[in-house]
T-cell receptor
Framework: DAGVIQSPRHEVTEMGQEVTLRCKPI?????LFWYRQTMMRGLELLIY????????DSGMPEDRFSAKMPNASFSTLKIQPSEPRDSAVYFC??????????FGPGTRLTVT | AQKVTQAQTEISVVEKEDVTLDCVYE???????LFWYKQPPSGELVFLIR??????QNEISGRYSWNFQKSTSSFNFTITASQVVDSAVYFC?????????????FGKGTRLSVIA
């Protein structure tokens, strides 16, 4: 059974460009989480969805970040415009219960 | 507020030594879950264990064991007879789903280096 799928695995972009990160959760999982990992702040939640509905987006840094979940098998995290301080590894995780979370491989974003 | 503290930033041991990674948590909820994840050099986050607040039994899985003590708010992780493949960053995390705090709150992680 496939795990959480994220794409791209690596993204390098210039400051000011739009970046879209994608996630496909494990089939049947009703919860989807977006986390960001940086050296300074560690692993922190950005937003999570339950049944495609955003439940808590208090971790989204600012209006430049947006996330959507148009259906149960797909979610996007968009940064527009991107800035160098957005450079991080972005993880998507899914869960059937909201308790045990399974993480994707992450997307390493570098904004120059 | 939830908080997870992993006081050990880095640990280095020689292969076959036992090593314990400490985790201390703070919560006001009576129902919560504790987790350990492993992040090897390849970068993925690998789930190791989940514990709920009502189950204080220690758990052993092969060379791994976990000691959960509510009295000291600790959930420590021991690797017995460490191996080079155990080298990774280990994260302790907390969740309070009954309070609406479903997402994981992570500690800063402990980087373990096992030297051959």
């Amino acid at each position: 059974d496939a795990g959480v799928i994220q794409s791209p695995r690596h993204e390098v972009t210039e400051m000011g460009q739009e970046v879209t990160l994608r996630c496909k959760p494990i089939s049947g999982h009703d919860y989807l989480f977006w986390y960001r990992q940086t050296m300074m702040r560690g692993l922190e939640l950005l937003i999570y969805f339950n049944n495609n509905v955003p439940i808590d987006d208090s971790g989204m840094p600012e209006d430049r970040f947006s996330a959507k979940m148009p259906n149960a098998s797909f979610s996007t995290l968009k940064i527009q415009p991107s800035e160098p301080r957005d450079s991080a590894v972005y993880f998507c995780a899914s869960s059937s219960t909201g308790i045990e979370q399974y993480f994707g491989p992450g997307t390493r974003l570098t904004v120059t | 507020a939830q908080k997870v503290t992993q006081a050990q930033t880095e640990i280095s041991v020689v292969e076959k030594e036992d090593v314990t990674l400490d985790c201390v948590y703070e919560t006001r909820d009576t129902t919560y879950y504790l987790f350990w994840y492993k992040q090897p050099p390849s970068g993925e986050l690998v789930f190791l264990i989940r514990r709920n607040s009502f189950d204080e039994q220690n758990e052993i899985s092969g060379r791994y064991s976990w000691n959960f003590q509510k009295s000291t708010s600790s959930f420590n992780f021991t690797i017995t007879a460490s191996q080079v493949v155990d080298s990774a960053v280990y994260f302790c995390a907390l969740s309070e789903p009954n309070s609406g705090n479903t997402p994981l709150v992570f500690g800063k992680g402990t980087r373990l280096s096992v030297i051959a």
